[in-house]
């Protein structure tokens, strides 16, 4: 018989509601059940592609004795991190502070009145290497709570007086403070296989962005990022035939992927592969790009044109199970290419993963010249399995990166097709996910799991400007426009941002300031709030924006991987932030001058005439009949230009 969570606009949930635990949504009713009851709240937090929360679903949460004692002892309420990330970020901080670490499935005991006083992550059903039993922890647990009440209320005081301390505030990073970022994270770097730190090894895209950015201040940091998307690209993580990146490597040299796949993920690789394919004159980074956002049409698009979520780590119940190959597959596929792919691949009859192989590169090993061919030949036969599970809600934020992505990529390497891609996507956040001027969180199947968060509005905004940058379509910049005036409802002060809106529900307020590992909302607020300013000339945002990074002028300062977006923002701004306006009616030329290099310090108004619709187009006329440039910075412009040679040269960083 379903559970509560039969009705859920989550796959998450959806996936759960069979289970014989009497699971909540989130909500007062659970809580106010909890205190007639007089018995602790278990949360339990996850996603739909997290294979450890589907191994402790099957475990325990299908168990008929578990989920007995789960229904006995407590209200149990489940979360999907994705649709409710302010709800996750606050017992993440409670988990974290208790155990030092964090991840998901996320397991949290709670007063009634929301407060934790127990946490972990992912308990076995048996006792393993020393860790209990999840019964065994239920029951101590709740041993704990009938007969030591004092202790589990000084542990949940103990607790809450951790996640609310204040974060002290600095200035924003100014050169030295820079200079002294790079340093630190360079020393994670790993010159041998790519990436920062060891095993598990995450791309860390907020990371390479900043150093993508700070490599205009100083090249040093080229090889660093050259050799991380080389071996991430060459490696297990990325998918050889469809393209795309799994979320992470369980091992330090990229080999076996952790097998979902995020959209969140993919829209930021995509875009920093493009970016530095052209900065570097490496077509190879930039195939990469392309292919992931073909990967995103062909894959994790829906119908009206947003991008959905994930792809499972798990198919038939196996993790990786989709994607790995045997010899006798490849050479029934291949027949007399085979030996040319496994030699190409590496693959071999003992296999790297549990007996099978995951596709992965040889640096230096020369591609064979029918690659092409095999590639879609082993696609067509991998893509007749057991797809792995599709998480098919469409999320503002992520939807806000993928739009940026596909938009950039399609001005910079002049394809209709990605610009399209962008235009349905944002077509569909501002139809189908803005309702009555409220951006939604996320959007399934015709419904909404309810009002948007800071990134939801900060990220959307960013992907709107891109692609009013990338084909002068005005109503896209309204938009964005609208979305950054939204921001008010998120501060508390100017540049000081909170996660959600004012909600009585929540034990506090929660703050978005570290990339996990998409970029902060306090990042991405801040950067919109830069734009903004850029194109209207509006003072008092770039002064948010200011604020916004000093908000995390401490932790930039001693752990600066944690806001690598803040510090890419800052070099936009340590670098000379410049407004440029292009009008006439024939401005391709000028606009291919933008685009034919990285540009984030900097932002393009286009139109074929004089408008006031955008304030930087204001009294912008073209010049002899000939489209014209006009570039400003810090309220100071240039003489206008008429020839594409005259831009680039007032482009140059300088």
């Given at each position: 018989m379903p559970n509560r969570l039969s009705e859920s606009t989550s796959p998450y949930l959806l996936q759960h509601k069979d289970n014989p635990v009497h699971w909540w949504e989130w909500s007062d009713e659970a809580f106010e059940e909890a205190r007639e009851r007089d018995v602790p709240v278990l949360l339990s937090v996850g996603y739909s592609a997290c294979h450890w929360c589907h191994v402790m679903a099957h475990e325990s949460f299908e168990d008929e004795e578990t989920a007995a004692e789960m229904n006995r002892l407590f209200v149990n309420i489940k979360v999907d991190r994705e649709e409710r990330p302010d709800v996750d970020s606050i017992y993440m901080e409670a988990v974290q502070a208790m155990t030092g670490r964090g991840g998901?499935?996320?397991?949290?005991?709670?007063?009634?009145?929301?407060?934790?006083?127990?946490?972990?992550?992912?308990?076995?059903?048996?006792?393993?290497?020393?860790?209990?039993?999840?019964?065994?922890?239920?029951?101590?647990?709740?041993?704990?709570?009938?007969?030591?009440?004092?202790?589990v209320e000084n542990q949940a005081d103990q607790l809450m007086a951790a996640i609310t301390r204040e974060i002290p505030t600095g200035d924003r990073a100014a050169r030295e403070d820079l200079d002294s970022a790079a340093r630190q994270i360079m020393t994670q770097f790993d010159s041998t296989f790519g990436g920062f730190g060891g095993a598990p090894k995450f791309p860390q895209q907020p990371v390479l962005e900043f150093l993508l950015r700070y490599r205009q201040l100083d090249p040093s940091v080229d090889s660093a990022i050259r050799t991380t998307l080389r071996r991430m690209a060459d490696g297990g993580i990325h998918d050889h035939l469809a393209g795309g990146f799994a979320r992470y490597s369980v091992d330090e040299r990229w080999l076996v992927p952790h097998f979902e796949k995020m959209l969140y993920d993919n829209a930021q690789l995509a875009r920093i592969y493009l970016w530095a394919g052209i900065e570097f004159g490496d077509p190879p980074l930039t195939s990469v790009a392309t292919?992931?956002?073909?990967?995103?049409?062909?894959?994790?698009?829906?119908?009206?044109?947003?991008?959905?979520?994930?792809?499972?780590?798990?198919?038939?119940?196996?993790?990786?199970?989709?994607?790995?190959?045997?010899?006798?597959?490849?050479?029934?596929?291949?027949?007399?290419?085979?030996?040319?792919?496994?030699?190409?691949?590496?693959?071999?009859?003992?296999?790297?993963?549990?007996?099978?192989?995951?596709?992965?590169?040889?640096?230096?090993?020369?591609?064979?010249?029918?690659?092409?061919?095999?590639?879609?030949?082993?696609?067509?036969?991998?893509?007749?399995?057991?797809?792995?599970?599709?998480?098919?809600?469409?999320?503002?934020?992520?939807?806000?990166?993928?739009?940026?992505?596909?938009?950039?990529?399609?001005?910079?390497?002049?394809?209709?097709?990605?610009?399209?891609?962008?235009r349905d996507a944002a077509q569909f956040l501002i139809t189908s996910m803005i309702i009555d001027g409220t951006l939604m969180r996320?959007?399934?199947?015709?419904?909404?799991?309810?009002?948007?968060?800071?990134?939801?509005?900060?990220?959307?905004?960013?992907?709107?400007?891109?692609?009013?940058?990338?084909?002068?379509?005005?109503?896209?910049?309204?938009?964005?426009?609208?979305?950054?005036?939204?921001?008010?409802?998120?501060?508390?002060?100017?540049?000081?941002?909170?996660?959600?809106?004012?909600?009585?529900?929540?034990?506090?307020?929660?703050?978005d300031l570290t990339d996990n590992p998409q970029p902060s909302g306090n990042a991405l607020a801040a950067e919109a709030l830069l734009y903004s300013s850029l194109f209207t000339g509006d003072q008092a945002k770039r002064d948010r924006s200011i604020k916004a990074l000093e908000a995390v002028g401490a932790i930039a300062n001693q752990y600066p991987s944690m806001v690598g977006h803040h510090l890419a923002v800052a070099v936009a701004m340590e670098t000379g932030t410049r407004e440029l306006a292009i009008v006439g009616s024939d401005r391709s030329a000028m606009t291919e001058v933008f685009w034919s290099s990285f540009r984030p310090g900097v932002v393009m108004a286009q139109a074929d005439g004089e408008t006031d619709t955008v304030p930087l187009l204001e009294g912008r006329t073209a010049q002899q009949g000939k489209a014209t440039a006009y570039v400003c910075r810090d309220f100071v412009c240039d003489l206008p230009v008429t020839e594409p040679t005259q831009l680039a040269e007032s482009l140059r960083p300088k």
């Open positions: 998901w499935p996320m397991t949290v005991w709670m007063t009634p009145d929301r407060r934790p006083f127990f946490t972990g992550t992912y308990f076995p059903k048996d006792p393993h290497r020393g860790m209990p039993s999840f019964r065994q922890v239920m029951a101590a647990v709740s041993d704990a709570w009938a007969t030591k009440r004092e202790g292919k992931t956002l073909d990967y995103l049409i062909r894959y994790m698009r829906d119908q009206g044109g947003g991008f959905y979520s994930a792809e499972d780590a798990d198919s038939e119940g196996v993790e990786g199970k989709f994607y790995v190959w045997t010899v006798r597959e490849i050479e029934e596929v291949l027949g007399s290419d085979a030996a040319a792919a496994m030699d190409y691949y590496g693959v071999t009859p003992e296999g790297n993963f549990e007996g099978k192989n995951i596709l992965h590169l040889q640096p230096g090993r020369q591609a064979p010249k029918n690659l092409e061919s095999m590639n879609e030949k082993l696609l067509e036969r991998r893509d007749r399995r057991v797809r792995p599970g599709l998480d098919d809600k469409v999320v503002a934020s992520w939807n806000g990166l993928a739009i940026r992505a596909f938009a950039e990529a399609g001005a910079a390497l002049s394809d209709e097709t990605y610009l399209q891609a962008a996320s959007w399934r199947d015709g419904r909404h799991s309810g009002p948007g968060y800071l990134d939801d509005y900060a990220a959307a905004a960013m992907g709107l400007y891109a692609l009013y940058e990338a084909t002068g379509e005005i109503g896209y910049f309204d938009v964005a426009e609208d979305l950054v005036d939204g921001l008010v409802d998120f501060e508390r002060a100017p540049g000081e941002f909170f996660t959600t809106r004012p909600d009585d529900g929540l034990v506090k307020r929660p703050k």
